[in-house]
């Protein structure tokens, strides 16, 4: 399925370049020092412009699992959260929780900036190596446990995913949410 829908708040997933979204915020798969990288923070701070990393420059730094908020600068997205997933290591490490702090800390930002739409890249699957159907799952299922216990605090949370193969990891989490929780499908 490519949408779940949790009380008021819908879930979904895309194949797009985040940079092109017109949401309210986006998430950028930041570094711990909000420094322009490769990937999609490589992506994102091109199209922002230079001014995005002066204003990142101020809030960093960022430890793994936390997320900072900027401004959107150039982008569509009024505003950019910048959350740091963490590096994989063979999984023993905590880069589970690490990695669900970082989407929980964006999420918990974006409600407490007047965020209401905010679309997430597939944070710490790229260079970071964490393997791709275990960060959607954590991605998926901390979203819907965000839109369970802060209903109505977003309208709407995106997966934006880069290519075909990471949405289709994202839409077999958002089933295997669906089916753990009954929920509607979309």
Not at 97 to 103: F, H, N, T
Not at 118 to 134: K, L, R, V, W
């Amino acid at each position: 399925m490519d949408e779940l829908r949790i009380g008021a708040t819908l879930l979904r997933v895309v194949v797009a370049d985040i940079t092109t979204l017109d949401t309210d915020a986006i998430v950028n798969a930041a570094n711990e020092a909000l420094a322009p990288g490769g990937g999609v923070c490589g992506a994102i701070h091109r199209a922002a412009g230079p001014d995005l990393a002066a204003e990142c420059a101020r809030v960093a730094p960022s430890p793994t699992g936390e997320a900072r908020i900027t401004g959107g600068h150039r982008l569509p997205a009024r505003r950019i959260i910048h959350a740091v997933g963490p590096v994989w290591q063979g999984g023993g490490r905590g880069e589970a929780a690490e990695l669900a702090g970082a989407y929980r800390n964006a999420l918990t930002l974006a409600a407490g900036n007047a965020v209401r739409t905010i679309a997430f890249p597939a944070i710490s699957t790229g260079i970071y190596g964490y393997p791709a159907a275990a960060a959607a799952a954590i991605a998926v299922g901390t979203a819907a446990g965000f839109a369970r216990s802060a209903p109505g605090a977003l309208a709407e949370i995106v997966f934006c995913c880069f290519s075909e193969a990471s949405a289709d990891e994202h839409r077999r989490a958002l089933d295997a949410e669906a089916a753990a929780s009954g929920h509607a499908r979309g």
